[in-house]
């Protein structure tokens, strides 16, 4: 029975989020109950392709990846895929049109991380993080308006700022991880081998106002989705205020987290800020 099957698939797609982000899973439970199957297939969309050009050192990556997006698409034309993930995926792009121009922007950030690992300039990493970030956030944000376009296209802007601050706190959290084991470096024109206070001020100054922007569309979100990215948005914002707060020498040794006892109580922050309509 399809039926069963694509339920199946979307259950694929939350396990997947459970095991990977506690932190996103949390944020997804937040969300009203009709929108979080799709959520979840997107993250497990992501997360696969991001965990091909990460993690998968011992198998071709390259092959790996194409074979990845040539059976996408494969799905989008059969409507189907033995691929839970892919399977399910197809699903919320077809419901909620997600455009084609995004998915191919994830994946070509994707591949960059097969043969680059540097950028050297401000366009290359700005373009590189659209592809990696702001287009997931733009393919979440389509689920949260329900496909409709005019809504779409009053926060898309809002929505980009913030999968770039999630992304920016990102690497600099795995600041070390990124360099001694990836080789890359995603800050450009900062030495990581002499990183230093001011290099790190620059960096938390720029995501400072990405998600003051970002906030800006929060308020705006459908009450389906509005609790649910909020929660996020407090989350990252914790971990940037604890970079902040680290020696700069530190952030280059070690990995930065936010434990799971803060996170219970940001959660309570968050719901009683929503509740009292602060946001």
Known sequence: MKSLFDAVSFKCSKLITQNYSSSFSLAV?????????????????VRFADEIVDSFHDYEKEYLIDDFEKEY???MQLGISLNPILNSFQHTVKEYNITDDLVQAFLRSMKLDLIKSTYNTQTEITDYIYGSADVVGLMCLKVFVAGKEHKYEQLKDEAMRLGSAFQKVNFLRDLRDDNLILNRTYFPGINLNNFNEASKAQII??????????????????IEAKFGVYTAYVYYKKL?????????HEIGNSRIRVSNYTKAGLLAQSFVTYKLKLV
Not at 205 to 222: N, S, T, W
Request: no cysteine.
């Open 240 to 248: 940037l205020k604890k970079l902040k707060n680290t020696p700069s």
């Open 73 to 75: 698409y494969k799905a």
């Open 29 to 45: 439970k937040m969300l009203s109950p009709s929108i979080r199957d799709a959520i979840y297939s997107i993250y497990g969309f």
């Open 205 to 222: 100054k720029e995501i400072e106002e990405d998600f003051r922007i970002a906030y800006q569309g929060i308020v705006k979100l459908p």
